[in-house]
């Protein structure tokens, strides 16, 4: 729906439809004296991947974190549709994440986890149903998580972050402990998602596996951006994901 | 009412409510028992029949004060405290949902322990052919009062895991305070001596109607517990609204 501008009002470019779906704008965030994020700005064009890379302890899940609202920057902003977090109506119905794929409680079965979490947000139990189909956990529903091994418990993760059939999927490492197979869902799974006009956030520090997902690259070292762009470009002059990683974060001996 | 629903299921969709229910049960038949194998001629004093059958609102308190705790710490250990935050970033609501479906069962501990204490004391002292000191108030109180106490020491449980977040501390944290540290203060060595009987733990005896010369009254008692259960619960809302999460 459009809204409509009143006469004299200045319109504001709607943030929704082919604008930024994420916004960082000089994003700080200090711990104590460690500086984990350092005036980052980037943002995210809708119906893209795009990989969130960096060297491990560079500030990536701790930007995936402000930009979820489970921690408060120091200074500037992170926002998604054009709000924080927190101001969303509907969170869950917007954007789904996975920080950790550890988050469950070991002794809950995957069923009642996604059921707990689809009661809160009102979501309802036929969808909970749905995606234990979709991630290939129906028969292991019932089983209490401690029983799962890691790829299945990333699966319980994805299915929790698609709960509320989210317009942005938001992931730390989504395939850690996935195997050849799993891998090969989730990057196709990635791509229809955005192929249908949806968007994509995945940090990751397999570079081989992202350059075969990801559109778009957002690069960042030390808390700060090394490089944003499209990967087709970054990489046109035949060198790899790899060595422009490597060149630009300093790793390279 | 869609936190108090999800609350509720995570409540029961593990295993930790029913072993803390079982651990209590078990406790309070075995004080209760054990504490009936007194000398007869102590065990005939009303004062002491009191003292007996209050172990039931001791270990439902307790046990509820433990529930609570961890309907927020185990959230924290294990890590759902994201994902429970991302689909409710209200975090304050998350905490009132927690309180009050902590409360309710804490109700039903109190309920259950306070009965069994009753029921389990008294069969013991009939056995041994013991007559009881105690009239109908006394029962209605010691069950009742057992209710009231636990469920707003459950509340007070979430307050207390909602400040310190980290689960072991937390619960030893609680047991200590119920199980020395409040004697230690009200004791001679410290010599809190009267004010002793304003602190928390022995605000909740007092609601089931114990040690009547020495504690306050019941109406009283609650009073001022539920005082603290409403600052332990705001304490923990506004903590947990304004942290990061881990």
């Keep these: 729906m459009t809204k409509r501008i009143e006469e004299g009002e200045t319109p504001i470019a709607p943030s929704t439809h082919g604008g930024a779906v994420v916004t960082v704008s000089s994003l700080t965030k200090l711990f104590g004296e460690i500086v984990a994020v350092d005036d980052l700005t980037f943002s995210l064009p809708r119906g893209t991947v795009t990989g969130f890379l960096g060297p491990n302890g560079a500030g990536k899940t701790t930007t995936l974190r402000l930009l979820l609202g489970l921690a408060e920057p120091t200074a500037g902003e992170a926002l998604v549709f054009g709000r924080r977090y927190r101001d969303l109506d509907q969170p869950a119905h917007r954007v789904g994440a996975v920080l950790e794929s550890t988050d469950f409680h070991r002794g809950r079965s995957g069923r009642d986890h996604l059921r707990a979490l689809a009661l809160a947000a009102k979501i309802p139990p036929a969808r909970v149903e749905e995606l234990l189909e979709l991630v290939e956990l129906a028969t292991a529903a019932e089983r209490r998580v401690k029983t799962y091994s890691l790829g299945m418990r990333q699966r319980l993760g994805l299915a929790t972050a698609l709960l509320g059939d989210p317009e942005l999927l938001i992931l730390d490492e989504p395939a850690n402990g996935l195997d050849p197979a799993g891998v090969h869902w989730l990057r196709r799974f990635l791509r229809r998602f955005a192929e249908q006009g949806r968007t994509v956030l995945v940090s990751s520090h397999m570079l081989a596996e992202a350059a075969q997902t990801v559109d778009d690259v957002v690069i960042i070292d030390h808390g700060r951006l090394v490089t944003t762009g499209r990967l087709d470009e970054l990489t046109q002059d035949g060198r790899t994901l790899e060595d422009v990683f490597l060149a630009l974060t300093g790793a390279a001996s | ?246």
């Excluded at chain 2, 010691?142 to 400040?163: D, F, N, R």
């Excluded at chain 2, 609680?174 to 230690?184: D, H, K, N, Q, R």
């Design chain 2, 1 to 246: 009412m869609a936190l108090l629903r999800s609350e509720l299921l995570k409540q029961r969709s593990t295993r930790t409510l029913l072993g803390l229910f079982a651990a209590m049960l078990g406790l309070v038949l075995s004080a209760a028992l054990l504490h009936s194998l007194l000398p007869a001629e102590q065990l005939a004093n009303r004062h002491t029949q009191l003292m007996v059958f209050g172990r039931g609102e001791f270990l439902g308190v307790l046990f509820a004060a433990l529930l609570g705790a961890m309907s927020i710490t185990a959230e924290i250990r294990h890590g759902t405290i994201r994902p429970t935050f991302l689909f409710s970033p209200r975090r304050d609501r998350v905490l009132a949902a927690k309180v009050l479906v902590s409360f309710t069962i804490g109700a039903g501990f109190g309920l259950v322990a306070g009965a069994a204490a009753v029921a389990a004391g008294t069969a013991a002292l009939r056995a041994r052919g013991i007559e009881l000191q105690l009239d109908g108030r006394d029962y209605v109180l010691l069950v009742a009062g057992s209710a009231a106490a636990a469920s707003l020491w459950a509340a007070i449980g979430v307050g207390v895991g909602a400040l310190v977040r980290h689960q072991v501390p937390a619960l030893v944290g609680i047991c200590a305070w119920l199980l020395f540290v409040e004697g230690l203060l009200a004791g001679d060595l410290v010599g809190l001596g009267d004010v002793g009987r304003f602190l928390p733990g022995s605000a909740a005896s007092a609601i089931s109607g114990q040690d009547p010369g020495a504690l306050l009254a019941p109406a009283t008692g609650l009073a001022l517990l539920a005082a603290y259960a409403a600052v332990a619960a705001l304490a923990g809302a506004l903590a947990t609204s304004r942290r990061d999460v881990g």
